[in-house]
């Protein structure tokens, strides 16, 4: 199934278009356009189905999905720092501090070589597509070439990509090997960086996409922050940084500013309707409303928060302040590179987070009630709300969305899924497979309805 423009797809389909709602449709019809867009959905109960089926089926442009196979919309990243693709599953034993300076600001420094950084995101990419991640949000390096060649590897590999080059200036916090030469060289080379993806959007439209990079408040100067505000202002670009991310940096930001980094983003003015703020652990009632009035949103990061925020980011009562939020893998901070490991992850720090996890603390005092998300919600946000994060028409298999889609096999070589079609209802069926998927499970992925 290499190309699916023009074609109708015949199968068994999982999508959701909200946040409390999630959908099992057996043998639809799902019809894709040349634009590789969604062009129509034919349910299996409307009167014109079998016409449909049949015409599709004439003209040789049917595809069937085995019984055993379900299409699931792909999902999007919204935190992945590239550069620490090598540092995926170690690293993990001091905090975020110290981590930074000990493990991967001497890794990111190597991406000087642009040769290492052609195999290090060659791999990344084409990894990340085989899990299913059809758009990702990349934090590169402060190297404008090594930064270029992974906005290219995105296009080469077909993944769609939002990719900044990151601002690091501060002297105090970033060590002499890996930090901008200045203030100035900073600046220049984000300005440089969003003109390289302008070009490269040219020929790829709705697949790169840039952002103005500030890698969080410790690491860059006062006047750099201001003056990325001022091209955020200028420009469309999207914004990305880290924010209340763990008690140090959280701090770190109210010595130095007074405030708390929400504050203090939206005095720098780089808080907007493109931010994506990676964490938000110890955001405060106020920095929400702060947030939610600027449009801003929030990658959240559950698995990277286990070992380095000393916290449970408050998903339920950001959800019910009405924020905009997808999830983020944090890759190396989190490890694992898959966004269906974060959505379980997700239902797992909210459970965590709900009933408290220490057992010498009475059971009335040891959570936060009504902090638990369910497999739906968590669903939703790994696919559409990600997606809609980016406003980018995917995630969901909807009327002029992008078919971005992956197929899972419930029968391929030491699958953990069992479904029961007597015991199992549509909803078992759909939990399970996000509850028991793995890597394997995904034997296809399409981006723009061409495979990839
Ligand atoms: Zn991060």
Not at 286 to 303: F, T, V
Not at 415 to 427: A, C, G, M, T, W
């Amino acid at each position: 199934m290499k190309k699916l423009t023009n074609k109708a797809i015949l199968g068994s389909i999982i999508f959701s278009s909200s946040l409390n709602n999630i959908y099992l449709e057996k043998n639809a019809l799902l019809v894709i356009g040349p634009n590789g867009k969604i062009s129509d959905l034919i349910k299996r109960n409307e009167d014109r189905y079998h016409n449909e089926v049949r015409k599709y089926r004439y003209s040789q442009s049917l595809v069937e999905i085995k019984g055993h196979q379900y299409l699931l919309p792909g999902f999007t990243d919204l935190h992945i720092h590239a550069p620490q693709w090598p540092q995926l599953g170690k690293a993990l034993d001091i905090p975020l501090e110290k981590w930074l300076q000990k493990y991967t600001f001497p890794l990111e420094a190597k991406f000087k070589d642009e040769n290492f950084a052609h195999f290090v995101y060659e791999d990344l990419v084409r990894s990340l597509l085989r899990a299913g991640t059809t758009t990702a949000v990349y934090f590169g390096t402060i190297h404008q070439r090594a930064t270029q060649i992974l906005a290219e590897k995105c296009i080469k590999f077909g993944q769609r990509a939002v990719v900044g080059k990151v601002v690091m200036d501060n002297h105090s916090q970033c060590p002499d090997y890996y930090r901008d030469s200045s203030t100035r060289d900073a600046l220049d080379d984000t300005e440089t960086f969003t003109k390289f993806v302008e070009e490269l959007q040219k020929n790829n439209e709705g697949k790169i996409y840039a952002a103005i990079t500030p890698r969080f408040i410790p690491s860059c100067t006062n006047e750099a922050l201001y003056e990325l505000g001022k091209l955020a202002k200028q420009s469309n670009v999207f914004v990305q940084t880290h924010c209340s991310e763990s008690d140090w940096e959280h701090q770190h930001v109210l010595d130095r500013c007074g405030k708390t980094d929400t504050e203090a983003l939206q005095e720098f003015g780089l808080l907007k309707k493109s931010t994506i703020l990676a964490h938000g652990n110890f955001l405060s009632e106020q920095d929400m409303d702060i947030i939610k009035a600027q449009q801003a949103n929030i990658a959240h990061c559950p698995l990277s928060n286990f070992f380095f925020s000393d916290a449970v980011f408050p998903l339920r009562r950001a959800l019910r302040k009405g924020l905009s939020i997808g999830l983020g893998t944090d890759i190396a901070g989190g490890p694992s590179c898959s966004v269906l490991d974060t959505a379980k992850n997700t239902i797992f720090a909210s459970r965590a987070l709900e009933s408290g996890v220490n057992p010498f603390v009475q059971r009335e005092g040891r959570g936060l009630s009504n902090s638990r998300v369910s497999f739906k919600e968590a669903f939703y946000l790994a696919t559409k709300g990600g997606a809609q994060v980016l406003s980018i028409p995917a995630g969901s298999f909807e009327k002029d969305f992008y078919f971005d889609a992956i197929l899972i096999d419930t029968e391929v070589e030491h699958s953990r899924i069992s479904l029961d079609k007597f015991i199992d209802s549509d909803e078992d069926m759909i939990q399970k497979l996000i509850m028991l998927s793995s890597r394997s499970n995904i034997v296809e992925t399409w981006v723009g309805a061409v495979s990839v």
